[in-house]
């Protein structure tokens, strides 16, 4: 089959591999209809995170079941489904508690969570490829009307849609509240869409890419331009001195000022700053252990220095980590169905897998109006 | 009436002061039975946090209602009262959903929350004096079964039993959980009282004074003495490598290796070691925004450069900041009352209010074996 | 001032009667812009609940703030200001917990709850009338924005527009969940609204007044016509024979067939058979210890004989009882503010005070279109 | 092998039956070292609910695993092992979300929940027997500590603790409440023992056996003697009037008065009565759709008519239901592995196999001293 393949920082290739197939008896194969290309795929192109050569990207799917195993009886062959990014094998105690993100058995590493095409997260080969291997099917899968009504919509279940839902699940987002999101990339507009979906009041999402800001008022949202205007200043002023219930974290490690400049305690400072009083922050945007190239010494250690001791005097909790998809996943799916959600009005691009190249290069390049792409291996 | 003063860095008094009174509707005046020194109340009296010279001291209190305003018919004179050491004015915003410890109206700095006797919580003088006003006295003082009973576990009520249990409610103990307790100070020590009163399974409690160690072991706790071990060694090694579901950060901003070197960030980073993935932490340790005799340049600032980076892999969150005391000071009355909580075993010595200046000095040098003091001006 | 009296059975008068005026330090007098007639004042209209001859009517409150008590600093002379149905004190142990809907010390018969004009809530005139008195002041009133806009949707704070909430609320409704609300009398359909707000996928909603049904259609819910078809079946039908998540009782103890006839058990049956197995049902239709009146000897002393075995069987959790309405009016005022919740859509009839007469004699006869009658004895 | 088979009304026989064996690749078979008789046994044994003669009993089991299939890989042969009563596939929506107790795929009859050995639970053999199948044996099956250490305790894993516990969890039992417990049969001692787990101030358990009260007093819990006082008066005047905060029903449909005549809603209304104005009561005492020996018309189609006039008016929430073993047993087994839980307190008996008969006669007569049956069918 084709496949998206990663070969070094800044070079993917779309190429010929052996085709998946059923190695276990709850296993299922998928030919995958939409992958997605997520902001955390550039991580390894941009050759920021190691990522090993030869690995199929992709960890956004969807697709037809092609195939299962003997074990498996709840998913059928022809069933329309979602691939939850994170894998995980349903029977371990984080499993048990909801927690697949933190799944203790399928990754063979040892460290909590796996999760397909993206590094640290096993040796599973992602989705961008015409054919998909789902271990645990049964647990894993979501299942989907059948046809193919809201492709692009439903597309957005595998990751980018529950994982804006989780940051403001962890920002206690609730009817009236008021809410900041920072980031207007993929995961922060969900983020702002999943906040007015819960019944928030009002929405502020900061950014300096306009295309985005105006992505995030269609969606309702009061957009604020990092570039134009003191960003912490902006929301004070539009909640006359309170600031805002929950803040979203939707941009991680690299926060950088409208110039360009990283400063990885950024966007954490100006959450800290807008959130009221006993709020609560949702970090959803990646910061990772180990980055040698982050622009301050401490930062290569994952240290982040942020302002602790104001976040404390004002009684602030922050929820952080990797969204559990299935956690979410069948409600948005749902809201979809039935016309209230419709995550898929970001998408800018749909490429064939042969554009894959393209797709990477153009949305790594942040080029205007590549708000997110959706690659169709099989139509 | 005799009180408590502040006169500058390592210098208290006890004074005549003018008696307070009844200044508004809703005000009562208590006659203090019992105050009692707090590890925090060494932040001012070691120059560390600013004071006003003058100001009485004691937010610990409890005592007989002396007297009431005219608006006040819940609480009568002669009853039996704890005083939360936050004063809140109980119709706020902040207040109306239970965030007494963030008050929007009773600190007239305009800053959430306010208290007794302690720098920038306002102008209330404490209740380490034979006599205390409390504003909106209906609101904030708790009934105690009257008599003498129970006196040094009551006392325990206005901050540090509330306290420590506050850490263990943000850490999400529950039936069967295990937990560690950083710093073994009487919040640490209430910290772990309050885990097993929860119903937790194991509470370690991690400390380098070895009188407090056995405090912690009276309470069930599973002691680990920094001084000898590995700290996050021993505790993974005891949970089989998995990690602990809690941590509370009982120690706060002057975090300090057994030689007393201080490492602003090594609490928190012991945390983010032995809590499992997906586990959450209760900081009620005190971190402050500006610090200026800090280790570091960022701790100055409040900036404590933890690692986020793998607090993050992890999906642990993080809840902090002071304990809004009339949450739980009702349950944690009943559950004294009832045998089965009993917060004044730590208590270690009992002064009457001239031999304050004594109890501050021996409590700041920890002297071995003065875990807890309490002040009893009336009797 | 004028006022709404009840005299007997189907009786009210507009009478001059006395001015309220402040009584203690916490009062404050209400010049009342609008007050509702609500679906619970025709139980006394009806006689079907006793009421005290003489009272004045009216629990659905706002206005404009006359005069405060020397106790009252938070809120001030000339706010625009909403009245909670429930009249609380604010400090006693319910209170504390948010549940102003039990207050211990509000109603003098020692009963928890208390209220305005309404049988067994106490001796507080109701605010059908141009004035108010609002003990408690600074606890009980929620402030407006200044001005007149958005009248119709405030006023729909004092009561229903939370009630119908809570509803949601007990029934645990979230984003994605399906609901049923039976009864599409004002209640119900702002429990309708309210589930949408909560980001429900789809509601359904049951009666067989068309008039009615057309409102719920209008805030977006699947409508039920109980005269037409078999409710339990078409909503079965409806969810693939899964049932709806959560259920919303809005109807109460005089639950009826379309011929007219009551069945007390008639709506917890329906609901305990269309609500899945593990699902939740909130009620806010009321029901009485005592119904002279009712339609069984069981139901005459508040015994509703509904198939609880069955409601064993599927798990079902049950929450009952009055909104303690300080608990989402802040919340709820917010998103009529942000234009993102219109309750005052319901509103069929604004009357000035001297037509209430007319207002209750239409209102109780279900006058096709008389669905929500506003009075503005101030305007 | 030996197992205990229904015969028929009163009548169990041991007899041999053909080895259960692995039947798909997800199976494992238990050699069973315990087996306890569970009070809900009994409703079949006295015919008062359908069993099929020549079923096998057994829903509360404990043993070795024997053997396992091609696709088990978290549990291992030589594992001992919990089963948790109810049978579920880990993969449905209802698993997903932890409803174990209602898995929309283990029962073939279609309805929620399945089960070992039990009526309408699915057509799955139960554990009084030397071996055990149990299907989706990764997902099902609690480890515990090898050896034999806590055999009695760790045996209640797979039903009463965990439901009693589930009574408390629904009863909203919290620190410092206070709670009543309606039986002291082993499901409400297990409630009683629960709800000290969960940090209770005070816990009172209603019975008229003074063998079961005297456990229940083991338990540190005040007993209240339905035999020789008013059950209300006695927990009112105990609360001050107030009464308690949590109530558990653990009695179910057979609830009658120490005379021995059947009251349907008798529990019901005094947990309606004692339960404070916005308490939460928790129902597992088991309540049946059909009942056709109830002592009234309604109570035989399932229908409880209690109070909800009163329940409505304080607000009461009531849940219900099978408890879902999975979402407690982990941690229960914790706290007995700590040893701060000691379930198995309450066997009376520990039975060989053979003597299954006996037990089940003693047992179902309530014999003085029969609390709880434990069968060892290999030791």
């Given at each position: 089959?084709?496949?998206?393949?990663?070969?070094?920082?800044?070079?993917?290739?779309?190429?010929?591999?052996?085709?998946?197939?059923?190695?276990?008896?709850?296993?299922?194969?998928?030919?995958?209809?939409?992958?997605?290309?997520?902001?955390?795929?550039?991580?390894?192109?941009?050759?920021?995170?190691?990522?090993?050569?030869?690995?199929?990207?992709?960890?956004?799917?969807?697709?037809?079941?092609?195939?299962?195993?003997?074990?498996?009886?709840?998913?059928?062959?022809?069933?329309?489904?979602?691939?939850?990014?994170?894998?995980?094998?349903?029977?371990?105690?984080?499993?048990?508690?909801?927690?697949?993100?933190?799944?203790?058995?399928?990754?063979?590493?040892?460290?909590?969570?796996?999760?397909?095409?993206?590094?640290?997260?096993?040796?599973?080969?992602?989705?961008?490829?015409?054919?998909?291997?789902?271990?645990?099917?049964?647990?894993?899968?979501?299942?989907?009307?059948?046809?193919?009504?809201?492709?692009?919509?439903?597309?957005?279940?595998?990751?980018?849609?529950?994982?804006?839902?989780?940051?403001?699940?962890?920002?206690?987002?609730?009817?009236?509240?008021?809410?900041?999101?920072?980031g207007?990339?993929?995961?922060?507009?969900?983020?702002?869409?999943?906040?007015?979906?819960?019944?928030?009041?009002?929405?502020?999402?900061?950014?300096?890419?306009?295309?985005?800001?105006?992505?995030?008022?269609?969606?309702?949202?009061?957009?604020?331009?990092?570039?134009?205007?003191?960003?912490?200043?902006?929301?004070?002023?539009?909640?006359?001195?309170?600031?805002?219930?929950?803040?979203?974290e939707a941009v991680g490690?690299?926060?950088?000022?409208?110039?360009?400049?990283?400063?990885?305690?950024?966007?954490?400072?100006?959450?800290?700053?807008?959130?009221?009083?006993?709020?609560?922050?949702?970090v959803v945007g990646v910061?990772?252990?180990?980055?040698?190239?982050?622009?301050?010494?401490?930062?290569?250690?994952?240290?982040?220095?942020?302002?602790?001791?104001?976040?404390?005097?004002?009684?602030?909790?922050?929820?952080?980590?990797?969204?559990?998809?299935?956690?979410?996943?069948?409600?948005?799916?749902?809201?979809?169905?039935?016309?209230?959600?419709?995550?898929?009005?970001?998408?800018?691009?749909?490429?064939?897998?042969?554009?894959?190249?393209?797709?990477?290069?153009?949305?790594?390049?942040?080029?205007?109006?590549?708000?997110?792409?959706?690659?169709?291996?099989?139509?």
């Open positions: 089959m084709k496949a998206v393949v990663y070969k070094g920082p800044y070079e993917v290739a779309v190429e010929n591999v052996p085709d998946p197939r059923i190695e276990g008896p709850l296993d299922a194969v998928i030919r995958i209809t939409s992958a997605n290309i997520c902001g955390s795929d550039l991580h390894p192109y941009e050759g920021r995170v190691e990522f090993e050569s030869g690995m199929v990207f992709g960890h956004e799917n969807m697709g037809i079941v092609e195939e299962v195993g003997a074990g498996v009886d709840r998913i059928k062959v022809g069933d329309r489904v979602s691939v939850p990014f994170n894998l995980a094998c349903g029977t371990c105690r984080n499993c048990n508690q909801g927690f697949t993100s933190a799944c203790l058995r399928a990754n063979p590493s040892g460290q909590p969570g796996a999760g397909f095409g993206y590094p640290a997260m096993g040796p599973y080969w992602g989705g961008q490829a015409e054919l998909l291997r789902v271990p645990w099917a049964d647990f894993n899968l979501l299942k989907l009307p059948e046809g193919t009504e809201h492709e692009l919509d439903y597309t957005m279940l595998s990751d980018i849609f529950p994982t804006g839902y989780h940051g403001t699940e962890m920002a206690k987002v609730a009817p009236g509240k008021t809410v900041a999101v920072f207007a990339g993929p995961v922060g507009l969900m983020a702002a869409h999943s906040a007015y979906l819960r019944g928030a009041a009002q929405v502020f999402v900061v950014d300096h890419q306009k295309d985005r800001l105006a992505l995030a008022e269609k969606y309702g949202a009061t957009s604020v331009d990092a570039g134009e205007v003191d960003v912490v200043e902006a929301i004070m002023d539009a909640t006359g001195g309170f600031g805002v219930d929950s803040g979203v490690y690299q926060a950088h000022d409208p110039a360009g400049n990283e400063h990885p305690a950024l966007v954490m400072d100006n959450l800290v700053s807008v959130v009221r009083a006993t709020g609560a922050i949702g910061y990772n252990p180990v980055d040698p190239d982050a622009a301050t010494e401490e930062a290569k250690d994952g240290r982040i220095a942020f302002d602790f001791g104001t976040a404390f005097t004002k009684g602030l909790s922050i929820g952080t980590g990797q969204c559990p998809v299935k956690a979410y996943n069948r409600e948005l799916r749902d809201l979809i169905t039935q016309g209230r959600a419709t995550p898929g009005d970001i998408v800018s691009h749909e490429l064939p897998l042969d554009d894959a190249v393209r797709g990477f290069d153009q949305f790594d390049k942040r080029v205007d109006g590549w708000t997110k792409v959706v690659l169709h291996p099989s139509h």
